[in-house]
């Protein structure tokens, strides 16, 4: 028996390989292929794009697949959401829908789009969100370079964005967040029910929670005198507590720990005040809680 598994095209992608590669699985795309090559006789795979990906997932042609939060909503697909996975295309983060208009626009809030064109990509998801808001706006899809069809094309956009640079870029200005979206790993309804693809799903799930994790984390080891034991504890933040084992010499112990990736820098050097030799720093794949 084969789990069918869609895997996002164009600017997840390499992520998402990244993120499988640290959850133990290696895959291999040859190119202008949309059929990759996993080291798990009971996976195959599909490269499609993640505006896609709810459609096929839930119509069963394939068993899950890792899309955006933002696409299955515009498609309103009936699906079962296995778990969030923040990130995105420039690291591991969340997206935003917003609402953007030239710099020079008198449109300052959503309530002024009344009788403007907006283009987006985010067709159907946008007309529910302007319909709940009472709002009587035109609203075309977008092949692309969205950002460029204000002020002639279009009053208004709703793109996504991670950090807003390409807007700024363009000279247009954010007047709101309509979706913040992150994301998804996703079931078909019936495999989901199905026993063995329900608990291969399941352990999928788990590993790629764990590499995601990872990538905040690493491991640090030291070797610490007995005397300043308690020092070197105040000083560590951990997941759990930090593994505490003798060494040869019995006036010194062995300590290792996973903590934040961002303080490292900050700890070092207090380790080193209080005694601590032969720190070692080491970057992980998985961390599973």
């Known amino acids: 028996m084969k789990l069918k598994i869609g895997l996002p095209k164009g600017s997840l992608q390499e992520t998402t390989f990244k993120l499988f590669k640290n959850a133990g699985y290696n895959i291999k795309l040859l190119e202008r292929s949309y059929v990759p090559v996993i080291d798990d006789p009971e996976l195959e795979g599909l490269v499609i794009r993640a505006q896609e990906m709810a459609r096929y ?55 002024d789009l009344k009788g403007k064109k907006i283009a987006t990509e985010l067709v159907s998801f946008t007309k529910r969100f302007l319909k709940k808001r009472g709002i009587n706006a035109s609203v075309e899809f977008s092949w692309g370079a969205t950002e460029v069809k204000p002020p002639l094309l279009a ?28 994301t998804v790993l996703i079931a078909n309804k019936n495999a989901w029910k199905d026993k063995w693809k329900k608990r291969k799903m399941e352990n999928i799930t788990i590993l790629l929670k764990g590499a995601l994790l990872a990538e905040e984390k690493v491991g640090l080891k030291m070797n610490v005198p007995k005397s300043r034991l308690k020092e070197v504890l105040k000083i560590l933040p951990s997941l759990q507590t930090p593994t505490v084992s003798n060494l040869s010499d019995k006036d010194w112990l062995a300590i290792e720990v996973i903590i934040d990736e961002k303080t490292v820098r900050d700890i070092i050097p207090d380790l080193k005040r209080v005694g601590a030799q032969g720190i070692v720093e080491y970057p992980l794949n998985k961390v599973i809680p």
């Open 155 to 182: 009053d208004a956009i709703i793109e996504v964005t991670e950090t807003g640079a390409s807007l700024r870029a363009n000279n247009l200005r954010i007047i709101d967040t309509i979706l913040e979206s992150e």
């Open 57 to 111: 997932v839930e119509d069963g042609i394939l068993d899950m697949g890792i899309t955006g939060y933002d696409w299955v909503l515009e498609q309103d697909a009936k699906v079962v959401e296995l778990v969030r996975l923040r990130y995105g295309k420039v690291g591991f983060r969340g997206v935003k829908w917003v609402v953007a208009v030239p710099e020079n626009s008198p449109i300052k809030t959503v309530d």
